[in-house]
């Protein structure tokens, strides 16, 4: 049957996340730092929302693009919060923050193409831009440097093929932003060499050293970027599968005849709880996502100096919820420290190659987990390194 399969999914690696958590499922009294997931339960009023939509007998398709006065939300909230315009009717309501990347990557990605991508960086990115015929091109950012993408690596990197740039902070795996300052230094690069910008702002509010600066919000750069966001990570909604893209009115069009060909609309009752979630967060100022951002400061904080501790250099997160320690110290590279981990002291942690070659002497954790739970894996990742001295 291998001939039926298409070459570019038969080449595709199995994504390096999943190998260790499928072992993890089946390990007793293992603890797993591996999923991005936060360990909050949505809020009940978001929930209700959805409920009340089904006994409503909300149960049909919405418009392709997505409910109305959820896209009216949505640019209401990236305007207000992070000084960023963009139109409803250039916004399109997605099944996550996934499909809004392999929308973009899709509409824009002609054969050859090469999409710049800072790198360590989030695992499907690379492959979306392989699927769609592209190329991907990493640039290395090192932790000496905060894991920012400089003026100097885009430089580095461009081609004749390149097309875009995909920027992702608050970064995963690293914990990395990108402030206003450093956000400028880019963007004269960007218009020199007419880039695209692909801007994932999945974790744009958990930022802990302020509000969190969109690159769309620089300038005119609004007119030269894709911003994507959601509900998943700041409003605890993971499995409620709801993302956005807003985009300028051509590459939006694109994507918007991908998006009714492939999805028709994102799930219903899940847009009612996302309306909800904006609605009311605009009525409370936001607080139930201040107090999921404070808490997940505290638990960074606490993972950065424990592993500064125990001998690994680990970059202190400014933003989302991982760690990405460097293991070189210890002479292994991730692959073999959370090989061994795992079997010895059953903690589960992501070997940082699964990221890019750039992460190869890391290892991600995520602390969207609770203290106790972190303190323990804390503890049995001390006793290991002792062993290994």
């Not at 392999?102 to 699927?131: F, H, K, N, Q, T």
């Not at 002497?361 to 290994?388: D, N």
């Amino acid at each position: 049957m291998r001939s039926f399969v298409n070459d570019r999914a038969a080449r595709l690696k199995p994504s390096g996340i999943r190998k260790f958590f499928d072992i993890v499922s089946e390990m007793k009294d293992a603890i797993s730092l591996g999923v991005g997931e936060p360990d909050f339960v949505t809020p009940w009023n978001i929930r209700d929302a959805a409920v009340r939509s089904i006994k409503r007998g909300y149960t049909q398709y919405t418009a392709n693009r997505g409910l109305k006065e959820l896209r009216e939300n949505i640019c209401r909230y990236l305007e207000e919060r992070f000084s960023v315009k963009y139109a409803p009717e250039h916004t399109i309501v997605t099944v996550g923050a996934s499909e809004a990347i392999d929308l973009v990557l899709r509409a824009i990605c002609d054969p050859g193409d090469e999409v710049l991508i800072p790198a360590p960086c989030y695992v499907s990115y690379a492959p979306l831009v392989y699927m769609a015929g592209g190329t991907p091109v990493p640039l290395e950012c090192k932790a000496e440097n905060e894991f920012i993408v400089t003026p100097q690596l885009i430089e580095g990197a461009i081609t004749k093929k390149s097309k875009a740039i995909l920027l992702a902070y608050p970064n995963n795996p690293t914990g990395a932003i990108m402030n206003k300052e450093q956000l400028e230094a880019i963007v004269p690069v960007i218009k020199k060499h007419d880039l695209l910008v692909i801007s994932d702002e999945i974790y744009a509010e958990l930022t802990y050293t302020g509000r969190h600066t969109s690159i769309a919000s620089i300038g005119d750069m609004a007119e030269r970027t894709v911003l994507i966001n959601g509900f998943s990570k700041a409003f605890a909604m993971t499995g409620w599968r709801i993302g956005f893209v807003c985009a300028p009115a051509e590459i939006d069009e694109a994507m918007f005849k991908i998006h009714q060909y492939a999805i028709m609309c994102a799930p219903r009752m899940s847009q009612h709880a996302a309306n909800c979630a904006l609605s009311e967060s605009f009525a409370d100022g936001f607080a139930t996502v201040e107090e999921m951002r404070e808490e997940y400061k505290r638990r960074g904080g606490f993972m950065a100096n424990a592993f500064n501790s125990m001998g690994l250099s680990c970059f202190s997160p400014r933003g989302a919820f991982y760690v990405f320690p460097s293991v070189a110290a210890t002479g292994m590279d991730g692959e073999q420290f959370a090989t061994k981990l795992l079997q010895e002291e059953k903690v589960a942690v992501v070997p940082g190659e699964a990221f890019g070659t750039a992460g190869k002497w890391h290892v991600r954790c995520s602390y969207a987990t609770g203290m106790a739970q972190l303190a323990e894996a804390i503890e049995r990742i001390g006793e290991f390194t002792k062993k290994l001295r």
